[in-house]
């Protein structure tokens, strides 16, 4: 099983960045997808998620109407489109996966984890 994030980097606050997980491994198309982010000293805080279809969608509710999940089941792929990025953006971030819309944004629930990527908003 893998799950590998990329994209992340350096970029200025309002400008955009796109978070790709490439999925390998396992039944892409039957899990929920969520991902999260975690500053320095900070806990791991839900970002967003999308259900197995890619119909449904939920955010953290700093970074509703910003950011937007979406998925390619076709392509074992994952998203994460962010925009009007904010200084309090920056964190690693990680996709994982897990079966079960109903404790999608509870990190303790999610069975497989990508190694991170970093995204630094300067401002």
């Known amino acids: 099983v893998q799950l590998q994030a990329s994209g992340g980097g350096l970029v200025q606050e309002g400008g955009s960045v796109r978070l790709f997980c490439a999925a390998s491994g396992f039944a892409f198309s039957d899990y929920d997808m969520g991902w999260f982010r975690q500053a320095p000293g900070k806990e791991r805080e839900f970002v967003g998620g999308v259900d197995n279809t890619g119909g449904v969608t939920v955010y953290g509710s700093s970074v509703r109407g910003r950011f937007t999940v979406s998925r390619d089941n076709a392509e074992n792929a994952l998203y994460l489109q962010m925009n009007s990025l904010k200084p309090e953006d920056t964190a690693v971030y990680y996709c994982?996966?897990?079966?079960?819309?109903?404790?999608?944004?509870?990190?303790?629930?999610?069975?497989?984890w990508g190694q991170g990527t970093q995204v630094t908003v300067s401002s």
């Open positions: 994982a996966a897990r079966m079960g819309w109903r404790y999608i944004r509870q990190s303790r629930t999610y069975k497989y």
